[in-house]
């Protein structure tokens, strides 16, 4: 049965997922109508952004010439063009757009002179509440489990989304950990009005990634992630294989703390080769530790109806667990 939150309510769909359509998606078959088309800004140049339709039919999806670059320095002095990528939304009729990382003013303030909701993401309840007074409309709150940038208090869900609850004074969707229907439901228990999932989606039978790195997954434990790059203040979790390995003993053991000496273990380009070679070691690519939790490799479909199934029957039967108090 689908649910009816302020978060369903106010972006028009039916279910309470947010799905993270990642990075590696320019490949794939999106429904182009989707009103949560991503416009992802790590590495590819805003024009690869646009619907395929409307893309320059010369443009090659891995033309180098198009990729600006690999991976961000926390050093770096060429940030990518945001504002080109608002603008691609903004172009592109986009709706909904999902905001994240440092400094989010100007796309905010961009992306709303147009009417669009905004769901920004963070890792602390400070950034949460510095985004609802930029006028966010939704934020989604990424707990230290989540994959990827984690950021640096550590911070798990349990407490950041009940602090959330008690603070932030907007609606929130809870994000980090999540995979299944019990999930879903203590989520919204703690008062989130949905849930964002990426590492689990990447376990679906459309997910445009090799089935070697989605049967990884299914092997994986929760403790198979690794958390790199904490010397620059640029937290992410990985998942854990040799190269990611070695990216936190040269990160733990240099004596110049030299960005440069990592490097090329946190390639970029590596990690997104793993996606379509299938070789979960030849680079790092970005899990949460909720690989401990995924067993199967379902249709999206398939996926959203189980989960969307469980969290009513557990709702249900937490509910049934209160004893109606006596009138003596
Ligand atoms: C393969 C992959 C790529 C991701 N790429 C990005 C990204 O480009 N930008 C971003 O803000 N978050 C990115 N994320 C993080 C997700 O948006 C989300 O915060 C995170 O996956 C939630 O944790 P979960 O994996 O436990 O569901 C990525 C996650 C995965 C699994």
Redesign the pocket.
């Known amino acids: 049965m689908p649910f009816n939150t302020k978060l369903t309510r106010a972006l028009g769909i039916k279910g309470k997922f947010h799905v ?1 359509v ?3 998606t320019r490949n794939a078959n999106l429904n182009s109508q989707s009103p949560l088309y991503k416009v ?3 590495g590819a140049h805003p024009a690869y952004s646009r619907r395929p339709a409307k893309r320059n039919p010369k443009m090659q999806d891995h033309d180098p010439k198009a990729l600006r670059r690999e991976y961000h320095s926390p050093s770096s002095h060429d940030p990518p063009d945001y504002g080109a990528y608002a603008q691609v939304a903004i172009d592109e009729g986009i709706k909904i757009v ?1 905001t ?2 440092n400094s989010p003013g100007p796309i905010i303030k961009q992306l709303k002179a147009v009417g669009i909701i905004i769901l920004h ?1 963070c890792t602390t309840i400070k950034h949460a509440q510095s985004a609802v007074k930029l006028g966010v409309d939704f934020l ?1 709150i ?1 707990g230290f ?5 984690v950021g640096e208090t550590d911070i798990t869900n349990l407490i950041l989304l009940s602090r959330a609850r008690q603070s932030i004074g907007i609606p929130f969707i809870a ?5 299944d229907g019990q999930g879903l439901a203590a989520a919204l228990s703690l008062g989130a009005e949905g849930i ?5 989606f ?1 376990c679906t039978i459309e997910a445009p990634i090799h089935q070697n790195i989605k049967q990884s997954i299914v092997d994986a434990q929760e403790t198979d992630t690794e958390l790199v790059l904490r010397r620059w203040r640029n937290t992410s979790r990985l998942f854990k294989n040799k190269v990611a390995s070695e990216a936190v003993k040269i990160e733990q053991a240099s004596t110049t703390g030299k960005f440069e000496e990592v490097a090329p273990y946190v390639s970029g380009k590596r990690g997104r080769e793993v996606f379509i070679n299938g070789d979960p070691e030849f680079g790092v ?6 690989i401990g939790l995924i067993h199967d490799i379902p249709s999206c479909a398939d996926l959203i109806g189980r989960i969307e199934r469980d969290a009513e029957q557990t709702l249900n039967s937490a509910s049934s667990l209160i004893v109606p108090s006596s009138k003596l």
């Open positions: 993270h990642f990075t590696y992802a800004c790590n999902e994240a990382g993401k989604s990424d489990e989540c994959a990827g940038h994000s980090g950990g999540f995979a964002n999932m990426g590492t689990r990447m690519w970005t899990a949460g530790q909720v």
